[in-house]
T-cell receptor, first 113, second 110 residues
């Protein structure tokens, strides 16, 4: 059981390039999330989804877009990468609300030069 | 007031010590509570859920105090491998995302 899988694990981009981060979960979870975490800081929620075809903005959505076309996948897009988007990106999924915990992928380390 | 507040630490304790972390939350309607552990440059991992009556998992004990709106984590007989950042996590309501505290850093020293 793979859980939450993030692709790629590492990436270096140049300013202005675009890319898509993929998150896949095989637990049939309804909710999915994208976070970023900068050195010495807490998790910050970028966007989230409470079901296939739905997305919502989190705390720091600017510069990112997301799509949830299939229940098992949640894509995070950077249209025009900026150095300020250098970070570690974590995806997470959750079966539902209430007392259900979140399960995280092992992260994507993204550097933008 | 922040939704979830934790003492950032670091807590530096010797092996074998007992250490306790507290976390306060602002939303009195919160119903679900968790402790996560995050190692350096790794993803957060669920340590334990926190139940109303308190719960224990080996050397770890979690308590909930609804009246004062705080949860606690007690670690007994600390091991070097317990060194990590401990995140307090609280729900809001409905399908809104969980709220993660910024974490408390623990270093267990030989």
């Amino acid at each position: 059981n793979a859980g939450v899988t993030q692709t790629p694990k590492f990436r270096v981009l140049k300013t202005g390039q675009s890319m898509t981060l993929l998150c896949a979960q095989d637990m049939n979870h309804e909710y999915m999330y994208w976070y970023r975490q900068d050195p010495g800081m807490g998790l910050r929620l970028i966007h989230y989804s409470v079901g296939e075809g739905t997305t919502a903005k989190g705390e720091v959505p600017d510069g990112y877009n997301v799509s949830r076309l299939k229940k098992q996948n949640f894509l995070l897009g950077l249209e025009s990468a900026a150095p300020s988007q250098t970070s570690v990106y974590f995806c997470a999924s959750r079966r539902g609300g209430g007392n259900q915990p979140q399960h995280f992928g092992d992260g994507t380390r993204l550097s933008i030069l | 007031r922040k939704e979830v507040e934790q003492d950032p630490g670091p807590f530096n304790v010797p092996e074998g010590a007992t250490v306790a972390f507290n976390c306060t939350y602002s939303n009195s309607a919160s119903q679900s509570f968790f402790w996560y552990r995050q190692d350096c440059r790794k993803e957060p991992k669920l340590l334990m859920s926190v139940y109303s009556s308190g719960n224990e998992d080996g050397r770890f004990t979690a308590q909930l105090n609804r009246a004062s709106q705080y949860i606690s984590l007690l670690i007994r007989d600390s091991k070097l491998s317990d060194s990590a950042t401990y995140l307090c996590v609280v729900d809001r309501s409905g399908n809104t995302p969980l709220v993660f505290g910024k974490g408390t850093r623990l270093s267990v020293i030989a």
